[in-house]
């Protein structure tokens, strides 16, 4: 690990001033990600700025009707809040699929949605990967790539975001609240905060230097049967091969996105309109143009099989 200097910040104003104020400077939190990468020298910031002492950790009802979740509040905690489970179950259930239990206890929201998009090659530092060093190459476009995304890839890059909170955010159609160094606020949508890898794979969102995110804003919640069903090598502990965030209202309308297939949390809005015409009609949107590789072919119609697993079973809790 590189030598890096630390302090604690009290406002995230401040936080983002500190960042911004140090080229190589992050944010860290529970540092679930962060660290790890930090110990196999990938990640090598600067300095560090504590945010837990900010504040931010607060479930709120927000304007609208909605939900304001504080972006230091832990996996845990939202995945037990009691009106996230009655009113966004899809939210609790990609939350509780994550990771593990300890992992969850530190894991924050924002640190959730901005935690590296990845692949194997990613941690092999011996291995070319351009999420790494810009312009060195994507191994896993000739290597062993089981996991890696089939849609909205690149010649650049086909590793896959790994949060599945972030996909329930997705379909829930959140809103992420942010703070720049100079105290100015805005509001993204979180279709519009992650970024496909295009020929920068390396830049994964679209946050601005120093930028820090202060909240995540859930509208009114829009009820029906809201499920989430992860397919993975393992029973905990292991990213999506294929994972679906549904809604599905009374009438067969509804929403869906998906994990494990691309760079971002994967929603395509000919997808939701096809739902009533079934499960393959709403693959066939959500896939269209998939590039696939000899290894990763397979989650074409696993995806199929999923998306009608799910809408079978929001048929019989409707």
Request: aromatic fraction near 4%; charged fraction near 20%; include cysteine.
């Amino acid at each position: 690990m590189k030598a890096f200097s630390y302090e604690r910040a009290r406002t995230p104003a401040e936080a983002a001033a500190a960042v911004a104020r140090q080229s190589g400077a992050k944010f860290i939190a529970g540092g679930t990600n962060l660290l790890d990468l930090m110990k196999l020298d990938i990640e090598t910031p600067t300095h560090l700025a504590d945010v837990n002492g900010v504040g931010l950790d607060e479930i709120a009802k927000a304007d609208g009707g909605g939900l304001r979740i504080g972006a230091l509040v832990r996996n845990t905690d939202l995945a037990a809040d009691r009106t996230v489970r009655r009113d966004y179950p899809v939210l609790s259930r990609a939350l509780l699929s994550g990771a593990s239990g300890q992992l969850r206890n530190r894991a924050t929201t924002a640190g959730n949605l901005l935690q590296r998009t990845r692949c194997p090659y990613f941690y092999d530092t011996d291995q070319a990967c351009n999420k790494r060093l810009p312009g060195s190459g994507c191994s896993a476009l000739g290597g062993f790539s089981r996991h890696n995304a089939i849609v909205g890839v690149s010649d650049a890059c086909i590793a896959t975001h790994p949060s599945d909170m972030a996909v329930a955010m997705r379909v829930l159609d959140a809103v992420v609240e942010t703070v720049d160094p100079q105290g100015q606020t805005r509001a993204i949508p979180i279709a519009d905060l992650h970024r496909l890898p295009g020929d920068t794979p390396h830049i994964e969102h679209t946050l601005k230097p120093g930028e820090m995110i202060t909240a995540v804003t859930l509208p009114k919640p829009v009820g029906g049967t809201q499920i989430y069903r992860k397919v993975r090598d393992r029973a905990s502990y292991a990213f999506a091969l294929v994972s679906v965030a549904a809604i599905v209202q009374r009438d067969g309308t509804g929403r869906v996105a998906m994990g494990g297939v691309a760079h971002k949390p994967w929603r395509v809005e000919a997808a939701d309109a096809a739902m009533p015409q079934g499960a393959r009609a709403v693959a066939s949107a959500l896939l269209d143009g998939a590039r696939t590789t000899h290894d990763n072919a397979f989650k074409k119609p696993l995806a199929e099989r999923t998306i009608a697993a799910v809408l079978v079973e929001a048929g019989r809790t409707a």
